[in-house]
T-cell receptor, first 111, second 115 residues
């Protein structure tokens, strides 16, 4: 019940395209859904996050869409750039607990 | 830069040995989390401390232990090391204030290689 399922495992997008990564969860106690971006050799960096009472949150080129009834959320990267090439992790938290991570998506943006 | 520091950056040791990883949280953050990242298991939660006290345990082996000191830095101790313990170890800190959600900020990690 603690699992967060993430897809796809890898994604190749052309520069200027839209990258979409999907996640699904089961535990209805989750109340905070962050996305992390990780470059090789670096720690995960908090990118954007959403609460379940909001259906969409946008920060620059990054948008989270949240569907509470379906227990799904997704990250959209608009106008994808080669510098966005990284591994993206969705995560979920219940209260003050630890993060439950998805398995990660390796994004490659081709110039 | 998240403000979370970890030392050492790299650690190479042999099976059966013991190592200590160190983490300093962001200024003002009371909570520290330890995570392990391996190729086959992904990012997994090990243990959480809040203001010096253990708060929660995840998939932490009995050979592993941690503590948080009065100055809020934390140490993760790994003993009787096995080849399978080779991984990246991250710590994250959070203010855990009542007015904010549980945002966690990660350090740069320690890469442990057990030979």
């Amino acid at each position: 019940q603690q699992q967060v399922k993430q897809s796809p495992q890898s994604l190749i997008v052309q520069k200027g395209g839209i990258s979409i990564i999907n996640c699904a969860y089961e535990n209805t106690a989750f109340d905070y859904f962050p996305w992390y971006q990780q470059f090789p050799g670096k720690g995960p960096a908090l990118l954007i996050a959403i609460r379940p009472d909001v259906s969409e949150k946008k920060e620059g080129r990054f948008t989270i869409s949240f569907n509470k009834s379906a227990k799904q959320f997704s990250l959209h990267i608009m106008d994808s750039q080669p510098g966005d090439s990284a591994t993206y992790f969705c995560a979920a938290i219940a209260g003050r607990r630890a993060l439950t991570f998805g398995s990660g998506t390796r994004l490659q943006v081709q110039p | 830069d998240s403000g979370v520091t970890q030392t050492p950056k790299h650690l190479i040791t042999a099976t059966g040995q013991r190592v200590t990883l160190r983490c300093s949280p962001r200024s003002g953050d009371l909570s520290v989390y330890w995570y392990q990242q391996s190729l086959d298991q992904g990012l997994q939660f090990l243990i959480q401390y809040y203001n010096g006290e253990e708060r929660a345990k995840g998939n932490i082996l009995e050979r592993f232990s941690a503590q948080q000191f009065p100055d809020l830095h934390s140490e993760l101790n790994l003993s009787s090391l096995e080849l399978g313990d080779s991984a990246l170890y991250f710590c994250a800190s959070s203010p855990l204030s009542s007015s904010s959600y549980n945002e966690q900020f990660f350090g740069p990690g320690t890469r442990l290689t057990v030979l």
